[in-house]
């Protein structure tokens, strides 16, 4: 999504992206928020992979990848720290699920509320420098509804002034 948003930027002509350009990566950021809703998005574009920090034995609380690699160690395979662990956050305990695991994960079972933050998250580090607050980027999108919004930005807003 990030890259899709940037495609769109450099397809401007002026230094920086038009009102109408905006407009268009808040539409795509929409669109994305919907098809994970609706779980049209491919379960390999889920998998997060995480570096392990340190040894298993030495993590005093258990990261999300910490505990990706425990279920992995439960069936004969070892990480070590410094390895990757591919894994998809779940609902309920423990969160996570190993993607390496034998089996396949339970589609139903995709935290999409925690998913939806991470699109969030990730569409803000692209559009921020464009003047939106991470909480009126929600409001933006229709994540949550615009009586909500910390900020005075209106749900259907149009215009944005830059500095």
Not at 27 to 47: D, Q, T, W
Request: charged content about 25%; hydrophobic content about 45%.
């Amino acid at each position: 999504m990030q890259m899709q948003i940037l495609g769109l930027f450099a397809q401007e002509k002026a230094g920086k992206p038009s009102n109408d350009c905006l407009q268009q990566a808040l539409a795509l950021v929409r669109r994305k928020l919907k098809a994970l809703r609706s779980r049209r998005i491919p379960m390999e574009e889920l998998v997060i992979k995480q570096r392990l920090s340190r040894e298993l034995e030495n993590y005093r609380q258990l990261s999300p990848p910490a505990r990706a690699a425990m279920q992995l160690e439960a069936t004969g395979r070892s990480l070590r720290a410094g390895q990757h662990v591919r894994f998809i956050y779940t609902l309920g305990k423990p969160g996570v699920q190993a993607w390496d695991l034998p089996g396949s994960i339970n589609p139903a079972m995709i935290d999409i509320a925690r998913y939806s933050k991470l699109l969030l998250r990730a569409a803000h580090a692209v559009l921020e420098p464009f003047g939106f607050a991470e909480d009126s980027l929600a409001g933006l999108v229709g994540e949550i509804p615009a009586r909500q919004l910390p900020l005075p930005f209106p749900r259907s807003a149009v215009h944005w002034t830059f500095k």
